[in-house]
């Protein structure tokens, strides 16, 4: 099957949609799948005004269209809720052509953080975007079942994966006061990294990641280490150098990095909501508490071997089984397709 997958969050962007897609596109290709990308590449893109190091694309409905022809896909997913996705799905509500749409971000909280528009108004909105979705993928059992409460429709199961090659165990010293409580992720006022920078805790607390608060928050926490955005081998040794992996995020749907930090053998502490009660459940792998500081010092206790074993039973394989299977209730094409190359000079499946 080849799949077109459309998004407004791309490369050079480093976030857990970004990650998320590029390794489902790497385990499909094992799988006999084939997964092509029409992304901010092909289009002008201007910063997000809130958000600077976010930058928005700027397509046109003429060459969205001519992309979509070109790629000749057997599928198409909507991954974001973005200017790229509005425009997919504007053609496919046009011409007839089925889809699915996944909801990765919490956009209602997002907006709230930011501005005083009513989360009813932004629900509502993305009822409608995902209204005519054939399949709205979700990441856990609890943010399926909000977004049932919350009236969508046609909602499905899509589980998360982890690389376990890249994030394991390995012995790295980072020359820091210990013990050390990393958190990793957008440096932004809805990921409540305060919560965590406020905290006393002992050894050094560790920020990885960059976004509009940084500074600020580098200014009001100068005991902290701000390491900016990493990726690769540098992200999986931090990992790998810390003790604790702290969650302070109340409004994540999943937290991919909650994955890479138990794969490297950290335990996590963060709050008892949504994201992190989904990935950890009952598993003695993490302390959930309202009362993160001790969530902090009692997550020292949890051996790394254990965290280990749990984040092996997450592979980017079954996730990607689960995506291909919800690909699959869409109604056959009647054409057949040709593969077609369709970003011009672009790779059509990301490794």
């Known amino acids: 099957m080849r799949i077109l997958v459309a998004t407004d969050a791309w490369h050079p962007q480093v976030n857990g949609v970004v990650r998320t897609l590029a390794m489902m596109a790497q385990a499909a290709e094992a799988l006999g799948h084939e997964v092509v990308f029409l992304t901010p590449e092909s289009f002008r893109t201007f910063a997000m005004p809130s958000y600077r190091d976010l930058r928005l ?62 989360e009813a108004w932004v629900w509502a909105t993305l009822r409608w975007f995902h209204g005519p979705s054939q399949a ?146 009952t598993a003695e792998v993490g302390v959930l508490d309202e009362d993160l500081h001790s969530a902090c010092l009692a997550a020292l206790g949890i051996p790394r071997a254990d965290c280990v074993a749990f984040a092996a039973k997450h592979t980017w394989d079954a996730s990607t089984r689960a995506f291909i299977a919800n690909m699959a209730i869409l109604p056959t094409p009647t054409a057949a397709s040709q593969p077609v190359d369709l970003l011009a000079g672009q790779p059509s499946c990301v490794a």
């Open 136 to 281: 709205v993928m979700a990441a856990t059992p609890a943010l399926s079942g909000e977004l049932q409460q919350r009236g969508f429709a046609n909602v499905v199961l899509w589980p998360r994966g982890v690389d376990t090659i890249l994030f394991r165990p390995r012995e790295v010293d980072l020359c820091l006061p210990q013990p050390v409580f990393l958190c990793v992720g957008r440096v932004a006022v809805e990921k409540n990294l305060a919560a965590f920078l406020a905290l006393d805790l002992p050894g050094t607390k560790v920020i990885v990641g960059d976004g509009p608060a940084r500074a600020e928050l580098e200014r009001d926490y100068p005991d902290a280490l701000f390491l900016g955005a990493l990726q690769g081998e540098a992200l999986a040794k931090i990992y790998a150098a810390a003790d604790v992996f702290v969650f302070p995020s109340r409004t994540d749907t999943f937290g991919l990095v909650l994955l890479e930090a138990l794969a490297s053998g950290l335990s996590v502490a963060a709050f008892p909501v949504a994201g992190p009660r989904d990935v950890i459940g």
């Open 57 to 118: 694309a700027l397509p046109w409905p003429a060459k969205v269209a001519k992309l979509i022809a070109d790629s000749r896909p057997d599928s198409i997913h909507i991954a974001i809720e973005g200017p790229i996705g509005l425009l997919v799905r504007r053609h496919c509500r046009k011409h007839g052509l089925p889809f699915t749409t996944s909801f990765h971000t919490r956009f209602p909280d997002y907006v709230a953080a930011r501005a005083p528009v009513p």
